[in-house]
């Protein structure tokens, strides 16, 4: 209909281009206001395809920043509705009957590995548990959709069962959704300074993520699911994930447990069991993981005197690490394990590619050696062998960094651990977990042909000089001072 107004009016206007001045007056006016009313309207139409054209053409808008991301079929049509899209993100009672728009929405409340209290166990640090704290990521997205969010509730205590609501919503336009809320409140048993109760509630929505094991329990979960509103499906948490992280005193060491905590801090249902190589807790250490504010539990295992006492090199964080897989052995049931060193880069969507795994997983890992990295080699598909700096005899030349191991695995395997060998570590623990063939080592990082973790290391800080206590009396510089490590 419109297109055919548009025709003969242009034909009209080339007529009174041609000159038809003669026409009646009145009859000329009211043609010329509908023909110039026609030109605008035909022009901006014109204009807007060529803009959406122009800008479905930019290399920014897909390839580069979410690379990951599925085209959509009506990619042009996003951008021309994104603003009715925003209008849908933000509307549930609308959705539901809206062939552009779909949502979905998880909600639910787990209690992750309540930590039964141990003696080992925090010291003084849980006085201060208490605090809960809400972390909110959004990754990009790339048409402007607002995820809206109802904040779950947090008043989950120390036991299972405790409500949360949450909610997020997204269109069927949107390129990339990634969204995730966790609130973390943590109780602490009144009568004691230990932790007795980690509960978590967290509320999580994934979309079109290229990781299928990602998007697989929302989905499976979509078909069981109670709806607590039309718009609204609960699905299940993905399988915990436990972060065993050696550490020791040294200068770097709440810095380094600082930024490895906030990495952690943006993946849900993990516990940080963070283990010292020392003789008792460190209250400044306990204090860095409360304000955090990553579910954890501290405990200490010092690396035996007479590898301490040696020359050569020594099996750093070994004895750490085993107190880790006691810990598992004794209270973990499902899940996955990683060796997560205080000083490397890692990068959080390795957490969720290694919580799905059934056996063992293995990536690259970089700066490792003088090739600059340590990977399986893959070919055709398959696991052929590895590459690395240094061979060594080991079955498996792997960095600590560069593997996962799911928690029934390893418990169906009671006498695996590391062993105390300078250099042989992982090859060590890996070995301990035969059986185990090449086939069932699951490769991570897109096949291995990505980089995830990084064998960063801090430079060594030689103790700050002391503080002259007499000088500096009652100012802030004696409480800094009680954070540092001093010769
Ligand atoms: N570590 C430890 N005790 C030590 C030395 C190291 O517990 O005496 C820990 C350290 O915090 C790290 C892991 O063991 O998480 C590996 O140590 P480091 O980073 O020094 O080894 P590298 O990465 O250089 O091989
Ligand atoms: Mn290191």
Same mark, same amino acid.
């Given at each position: 209909?419109?297109?055919?107004? *548009? ?22 006016? %009211? ?11 035909? #022009? ?21 920043? =979410? ?10 049509? !996003? *951008? ?22 779909? $949502?979905?929405? #998880? ?6 590995? +309540? ?8 010291? !003084? =640090? ?18 402007? &959709? ?5 904040? +779950? ?7 299972? %069962?405790?409500?949360?609501?949450? /909610? ?8 990339? $959704? ?17 932790? !007795? ?9 994934? #979309? ?7 998007? #697989? ?13 039309? &718009? ?5 948490? +993905? ?8 550490? *020791? ?11 490895? /905590? ?101 990536? +690259?890992? /970089?700066?490792?050696?003088?090739? %600059? ?7 055709? /598909?398959?696991?052929?062998?590895? *590459? ?43 070995? $301990? ?22 064998? &960063? ?17 009652? &100012? ?12």
């Amino acid at each position: 209909m419109k297109g055919v107004n *548009y025709s003969s009016l242009g034909t009209y206007s080339g007529i009174n281009g041609g000159g038809n001045v003669g026409g009646t007056g009145k009859m000329s006016l %009211g043609k010329s206001i509908k023909m110039y009313l026609t030109i605008f309207i035909l #022009t901006t139409c014109i204009y807007m395809a060529l803009y959406q054209y122009h800008i479905s053409r930019e290399p920014f808008a897909a390839s580069e920043v =979410v690379k990951h991301q599925e085209k959509s079929s009506s990619y042009i049509a !996003s *951008y021309l509705w994104s603003p009715i899209s925003l209008l849908m993100a933000n509307s549930s009672s609308n959705s539901i009957n809206n062939p552009t728009t779909t $949502s979905t929405t #998880t909600t639910t409340t787990t209690t992750i590995a +309540p930590t039964t209290p141990t003696t080992t166990t925090l010291g !003084s =640090v849980g006085q201060k548990q208490g605090a809960s704290s809400t972390a909110s990521i959004r990754m990009v997205s790339l048409v402007a &959709t607002t995820p809206s969010f109802i904040s +779950p509730l947090s008043e989950s205590r120390s036991e299972l %069962g405790s409500e949360s609501l949450g /909610g997020h919503q997204k269109t069927a336009t949107m390129k990339t $959704s990634t969204t995730t809320t966790t609130t973390r409140t943590t109780a602490s048993g009144l009568a004691t300074t230990k932790l !007795s109760a980690t509960t978590r509630t967290t509320t999580t929505a994934k #979309t079109s993520a290229k990781l299928s094991a990602a998007t #697989t329990p929302i989905a499976s979960h979509m078909e069981n699911g109670h709806k607590t509103r039309p &718009t609204f499906v609960a699905a299940s948490l +993905p399988p915990p994930l436990y972060i065993i992280t050696p550490t *020791y005193r040294r200068p770097e060491q709440l810095a380094e447990l600082t930024r490895l /905590g906030y990495t952690l801090k943006h993946v849900v249902n993990l516990l940080w069991l963070v283990i010292e190589d020392a003789n008792k807790t460190n209250p400044l250490v306990g204090h860095t993981l409360d304000r955090i504010g990553v579910p954890y539990e501290y405990m200490v295992a010092p690396m035996p005197e007479k590898y301490k006492q040696t020359k050569k090199a020594k099996p750093r964080g070994v004895s750490n690490r085993n107190r880790g897989l006691e810990y598992l052995r004794e209270h973990a049931t499902e899940g996955v394990l990683y060796f997560a060193d205080d000083d490397n880069t890692y990068d959080i969507s390795i957490f969720e590619q290694m919580r799905y795994i059934n056996k063992v997983a293995m990536w +690259p890992v /970089g700066l490792v050696t003088k090739t %600059g990295v340590s990977s399986p080699i893959i070919q055709e /598909g398959k696991l052929v062998g590895y *590459y690395d700096g240094w061979i060594g005899g080991r079955k498996y030349p792997v960095d600590m960094a560069g593997f996962a191991v799911s928690v029934k695995f390893l418990k169906e395997r009671p006498n695996a651990q590391m062993p105390f060998k300078p250099g042989y570590e992982e090859d060590g623990f890996l070995r $301990s977990l035969a059986p185990l063939d090449d086939a069932e080592i699951e490769l991570l990082a897109d096949e291995c042909r990505d980089i995830l973790t990084w064998h &960063t290391q801090t430079k060594k800080n030689a103790p700050g000089q002391a503080l002259n206590r007499t000088r500096y009396k009652n &100012t802030n510089l004696e409480h800094i001072d009680r954070l540092l490590v001093r010769p």
